[in-house]
């Protein structure tokens, strides 16, 4: 499953890539990649990987996460 998620406050390139590096250390997740200027970091996450567990890696990190939605494809 492919995920998006909408990040407030990350700051610049060098912190959107360690948010992706530490999602991506989560049980599940195949991988994380960040985009700093859309402010999103897109998953490939198998179906165990939950939204609160997601979240639970922006805890004290003084990032909101305002989304995380499912990522469609070209083809839905």
Known sequence: MKKVIKVDDLCCQRCADQMAVKIALLDGVRAAKSNYKKQLIFID??????????????????????SIEKRKGLFG
Not at 45 to 66: C, P, R, Y
């Open 45 to 66: 996450a198998s179906e165990s990987v939950t939204d609160e567990s997601i979240l639970a890696v922006f805890e004290g990190t003084g990032m909101t996460v305002l």
